[in-house]
């Protein structure tokens, strides 16, 4: 059983500051690849968001570069995402990802947490 809890998400002002967090809750995952944050808002199609890669490395969308910070605590097996300078556009239901190989069969997977929404609004 693979279970990433989020947690963070809630209502800020155009400006404001939201810290997201995603932990993995499981003893069935052999290594991770990569650990991330997607968005959807409503009627708007699933955007990717932030990555943090095993080799240390980050990756973010245009829009959220320079506002948004992931980082990962490796002995936590969680991963969380700083976001300043919130905008309405950021408005959105956050979903934490990760991408691993179960030890079950060691085939790489992406496993989904449920969501946790940030409102930007004044």
């Known amino acids: 059983q693979v279970q990433l809890m989020e947690s963070g998400g809630g209502l800020a002002q155009p400006g404001g500051s939201l810290r997201l967090s995603c932990a993995l809750i499981?003893?069935?995952?052999?290594?991770?690849?990569?650990m991330g944050w997607y968005r959807q808002a409503p009627g708007k199609q699933r955007e990717f968001v932030a990555v943090?890669?095993?080799?240390?490395?980050?990756a973010y969308r245009d829009t959220v570069k320079g506002r948004f910070t992931i980082s990962r605590d490796h002995t936590k097996n969680t991963v969380y995402l700083e976001m300043n300078n919130l905008k309405p556009e950021d408005t959105a239901t956050y979903l934490c990802?990760?991408?691993?190989?179960?030890?079950?069969?060691?085939?790489?997977?992406?496993?989904w947490g449920q969501g946790t929404q940030v409102t930007v609004s004044s």
């Open positions: 990802y990760l991408n691993a190989q179960p030890k079950v069969t060691l085939v790489t997977r992406e496993y």
């Open positions: 943090y890669t095993s080799r240390n490395m980050t």
């Open positions: 499981s003893e069935a995952i052999s290594s991770i690849n990569s």
